[in-house]
T-cell receptor, first 114, second 113 residues
Framework: NAGVMQNPRHLVRRRGQEARLRCSPM?????VYWYRQLPEEGLKFMVY????????ESGMPKERFSAEFPKEGPSILRIQQVVRGDSAAYFC????????????FGSGTQLSVL | TQLLEQSPQFLSIQEGENLTVYCNSS?????LQWYRQEPGEGPVLLVT?????EVKKLKRLTFQFGDARKDSSLHITAAQPGDTGLYLC?????????????FGKGTSLLVTP
């Protein structure tokens, strides 16, 4: 069973560019969570999605950030017009059902904004 | 959002030593999870504790949940270099939308041979 797959592992963008981070959940999992880890800080919840639905986006910045989980294909976290403060490790986690406390995390995407 | 304090922030010990790291909350935990995160990787769940006073063991790791469910500790016996990593505690905040984990900043452990 493949685990949670994230790509790319490393992404370098210049200020003002767009960043697209992809996450394929574990087989059989239809619930996806995105977290951000900044240096010297803990993991911060961003958004929780189910197929074709955003369930909880209370941790998402109001501007420039969006997420989707289409019926087919991976979940995408999109950051428009990146700034240096967006540099961080972005982790995706998945679970098979709502209310399942056990989350499986991917290896993350390290975003560096020059 | 519930504030989770982990201590110590950094810990460097030699192989074979014992250690304890702590996680404290400003309010009662719903339930608490401990994770280990290795450099360049995502967190991996070690244990979930739910009941006040609960003790769980995972090989050389012993997890305790405080009676009042506001604190927890992780004790490692005879640490090995493979135990090196960032140890995170997380409160499982459940809303009507599902689980969103609230993490502490972690304890960074280095075990040297």
């Amino acid at each position: 069973n493949a685990g949670v797959m994230q790509n790319p592992r490393h992404l370098v963008r210049r200020r003002g560019q767009e960043a697209r981070l992809r996450c394929s959940p574990m087989k059989g999992h239809s619930h996806v969570y995105w977290y951000r880890q900044l240096p010297e800080e803990g993991l911060k919840f961003m958004v929780y999605l189910q197929k074709e639905n955003i369930i909880d986006e209370s941790g998402m910045p109001k501007e420039r950030f969006s997420a989707e989980f289409p019926k087919e294909g991976p979940s995408i976290l999109r950051i428009q017009q990146v700034v240096r403060g967006d540099s961080a490790a972005y982790f995706c986690a998945s679970s098979p059902r709502r209310g399942d406390e056990k989350l499986f995390f991917g290896s993350g995407t390290q975003l560096s904004v020059l | 959002t519930q504030l989770l304090e982990q201590s110590p922030q950094f810990l460097s010990i030699q192989e074979g030593e014992n250690l304890t790291v702590y996680c404290n909350s400003s309010s009662v935990f719903s339930s608490l999870q401990w994770y280990r995160q290795e450099p360049g990787e995502g967190p991996v769940l070690l244990v979930t504790v739910v009941t006040g006073g609960e003790v769980k063991k995972l090989k050389r790791l012993t997890f305790q949940f405080g009676d009042a469910r506001k604190d927890s500790s992780l004790h490692i016996t005879a640490a090995q270099p493979g135990d090196t990593g960032l140890y995170l505690c997380a409160d499982t905040r459940y809303s009507n939308s599902g689980y969103a984990l609230n993490f502490g900043k972690g304890t960074s452990l280095l075990v040297t041979p």
